[in-house]
């Protein structure tokens, strides 16, 4: 196997991993949210040590299983298409990635607006970091080699992604512990 489709699979099977650890940890953080509100105050401390979360106390909610793995293959697919288009828009500039561009920002803008209403910053990383990684693994993969640029811009985007992003989410997240105040 040619070492940069390697590359490539290693980039997808990473974002892969921080989809389905974005979809975990929002589980174990609900659970332990409601654990905290199930808890009286006049339960021995044994108690509470007992009643602490374990991964069959996670609520399965089949919305929030799917969702990252939706991030992941559309955003692989997305990478695919965006690559193979580039041959059509041969025209010095690159409106298949510009394009791109645009869907996968307003894409994390979106992922931000989801999680503010929980306020769940992790978890926005992670999907976020899932969705770049996807998109920049299905062009890899297209292309047949990871390209230098498209890597560049696209660690740069999703930094830039993950700063506004999460400034969204703890924006809401102050607000609102300031309003039960």
């Known amino acids: 196997m040619d070492s940069n489709v390697a590359?490539?699979?290693?980039?997808?099977?990473?974002?892969?991993?921080?989809?389905?650890?974005?979809?975990?940890l929002k589980e174990y953080m609900d659970a332990r949210k409601t654990l905290?509100?199930?808890?009286?105050?006049?339960?021995a401390p044994i108690e509470v040590l007992q009643a602490e979360?374990?991964?069959?106390?996670?609520k399965r909610n089949s919305r929030t299983f799917w969702r990252p793995l939706f991030?992941?293959?559309?955003?692989?697919?997305?990478?695919?298409?965006?690559?193979?288009l580039r041959p059509i828009f041969n025209s010095g500039?690159?409106?298949?990635?510009?394009?791109?561009?645009?869907?996968?920002?307003?894409?994390?803008?979106?992922?931000?607006?989801?999680?503010?209403?929980?306020?769940?910053?992790?978890?926005?990383?992670?999907?976020?970091?899932?969705m770049w990684t996807?998109?920049?693994?299905?062009?890899?993969?297209?292309?047949?080699?990871?390209w230098g640029d498209v890597l560049v811009v696209t660690i740069a985007w999703w930094?830039?992604?993950?700063?506004v992003g999460g400034l969204l989410v703890s924006i809401r997240r102050n607000r609102g512990a300031q309003q039960r105040h």
Do not use: D
């Open 7 to 24: 590359s490539a699979l290693i980039s997808g099977i990473c974002s892969i991993i921080s989809a389905f650890g974005a979809v975990y």
């Open 36 to 43: 905290s509100t199930e808890v009286k105050p006049t339960q």
């Open 53 to 58: 979360v374990s991964p069959s106390s996670f």
């Open 71 to 84: 991030i992941i293959i559309g955003s692989f697919v997305f990478g695919l298409v965006t690559r193979s």
């Open 93 to 130: 500039t690159h409106w298949e990635s510009l394009i791109a561009l645009i869907v996968l920002i307003l894409f994390a803008l979106a992922i931000s607006i989801f999680h503010r209403r929980h306020g769940y910053q992790i978890g926005f990383q992670l999907e976020n970091f899932a």
């Open 134 to 146: 996807g998109w920049a693994s299905g062009w890899s993969l297209f292309h047949g080699s990871i």
């Open 159 to 163: 930094f830039g992604c993950a700063l």
